[in-house]
């Protein structure tokens, strides 16, 4: 973005504190520095209350998947997708984890970026009640004139929120939608009362659930769940490239697709042991059996092979439009922001 002050040297400052916190996960996952292996970059958002988003490429970097491609893989975390996305395209990153609805909310000047390979097929966000603010709700009218929190405005747990208030007949000026942050930041702003209800995912949510503090009352956790509300299949995380990025360094693209869809097939068959063993600690949390649990639900939004279903990226356009009505509806070709030959060839090789 050429018009973007922020430069490389800015986002750098901005996610060294993030990227800190994951350094020693990325040399556990490579061991030994290979002088041929490709040298790639990953902007992701935070992690901390979304930890299945991005699970297939967390494990395709602990297992080993990328550098069996021949890629050494470095991820910096930033404080929203929104940035991570725009680090990219200020060149602090080679791609982008991020959920694809982000692409949709690119201005019409910015470099075009393009979904290569899918990582879940669904928000996992749950919208729920307080039960310490609202102990007598029910119905979502019952939100009326309050506060909801989401993890960012603009955010694909923003839009949920948005779908769900919207199916109650609550449009934006109904009811606040406040950005709380991830994790600790978004159960304090609950728990302090200064939002009556949360849209996140888990295992924040769960674990909110489990102590009582929520009442879930829309679930787009699951894979049922989040068709009822999106209106049909809907993408969620994903790893995105400029298309340039993709025309220019293919082999880097594949390779990085390859890995995703080879961690895709291992969770295919994971036992609980296995996922304990491979997920990073900060991710796995104090509470193990609740990530599991959390994960069981989840798991079936995984992505089973890397692929956007073809209906997918027109749902989340709709969707977008359905939760912003004041959003241009001017008619795009939601196709020009998926590039689906790298996740398809990538399914042929692990077919077998």
Known sequence: MSSDPISRRAFGALSAATAAAWAPAVRAALPGADATAARLTVAMGPRSAFVFRHLPTTLALQLGFF?????????????????????????????????????????????????????????????????????????????????????ALGSLSHTTARLALAQAGLGPGDVSLVAVGEGRSAAAALRAGRVQALCHGDPLMALLEQRGDVRIVSDARTLRGAQALFGGSVPGGCLVAPAAFLQKRAPEAQALANGVVHALKWLQTAAPADLVKAVPPQDLGADRSLYLAAFARARETISPDGVMPLDAPATALRALLLAEPGRSRQRVDVQRWVAPEFARKAKQKFSA
């Not at 080679?94 to 097929?121: I, S």
Request: aromatic letters at 4%.
């Open 67 to 151: 550098a069996d491609e021949g890629v050494e893989l470095a991820i910096e975390t930033f404080a929203s997708d929104a940035l991570a996305l725009r680090a990219m395209h200020a060149g602090a990153a080679d791609v982008c984890a991020t959920d694809f609805e982000q692409l949709l909310r690119t201005p019409g000047d910015a470099p075009l970026a393009r979904a290569f390979v899918l990582q879940g097929r669904a928000p996992q966000a749950a919208l729920g009640v307080s039960a310490k603010s609202l102990p007598h709700f029910t119905a979502l009218s019952d939100l009326r004139q309050r506060k909801v929190g989401v993890a």
